[in-house]
């Protein structure tokens, strides 16, 4: 099994263009979530998806658009990128029922220009 | 979600134990106390986590007080391997919710 799997791992893009965070994860996990990490910070939420077909804003949503494409795949969308993007993304994941470990992805890291 | 406060840095002698520290003092009675690590910029990684009795695993031991208004994550014998940033974080165990990280404490551990 590999987990949480993120696409790209590296992306450096010019302000105003657009792209899309990939991320699977294949433990059958029903919530999905995207954050942000900033140099020298902590976590910061941007969406999650409680199951398939919902999402929900977290603490820092402005500036993207996520889709829970199925169970597997949550994207998170870039539509016009600022240089106040520029941060590490990590996608996670967790089972529907009890308490819920966390599982990470390995993270991307985005730097806009 | 209760918040957390926890100190920004900490320093542990190779082979001591390192207790890190968590005050969540709003918590509420149905939420539980997870904590997590970040080695260098991975993805963190699942520690513990408990609701009131202390709690052991292989990795570590969740120590809570009886009032819950703070825990105590204890790494019994500290390696270098163990130098990670540490998030304490408190939830209600409830189908989606949220996790939401704070900046955590940074453990060094001294050869």
């Known amino acids: 099994n590999a987990g949480v799997t993120q696409t790209p791992k590296f992306q450096v893009l010019k302000t105003g263009q657009s792209m899309t965070l990939q991320c699977a994860q294949d433990?059958?996990?029903?919530?999905m979530y995207w954050y942000r990490q900033d140099p020298g910070m902590g976590l910061r939420l941007i969406y999650y998806s409680a199951s398939e077909g919902t999402t929900d804003k977290g603490e820092v949503p402005n500036g993207y658009n996520v889709s829970r494409l199925n169970k597997r795949e949550f994207s998170l969308r870039l539509e016009s990128a600022a240089p106040s993007q520029t941060s590490v993304y990590f996608c996670?994941?967790?089972?529907?029922?009890?308490?819920?470990?966390?599982?990470f992805g390995e993270g991307s890291r985005l730097t806009v220009l | 979600d209760a918040k957390t406060t926890q100190p920004p840095s900490m320093d542990c002698a190779e082979g001591r134990a390192a207790n890190l520290p968590c005050n969540h003092s709003t918590i509420s009675g149905n939420e539980y106390v997870y904590w997590y690590r970040q080695i260098h910029s991975q993805g963190p990684q699942y520690i513990i986590h408990?609701?009131?009795n202390n709690e052991t695993n292989e990795m570590a031991s969740l120590i809570i007080t009886e009032d819950r208004k703070s825990s105590t994550l204890i790494l019994p014998h500290a390696t270098l391997r163990d130098t990670a940033v540490y998030y304490c974080?408190?939830?209600?165990?409830?189908?989606?919710?949220?996790?939401?990280f704070g900046t955590g404490t940074s453990l060094t551990v001294i050869p």
């Open positions: 408990g609701l009131k």
């Open positions: 996670a994941s967790n089972i529907l029922l009890g308490t819920g470990e966390l599982f």
């Open positions: 433990m059958n996990h029903n919530s």
């Open positions: 974080i408190v939830r209600v165990a409830v189908w989606g919710n949220q996790f939401y």
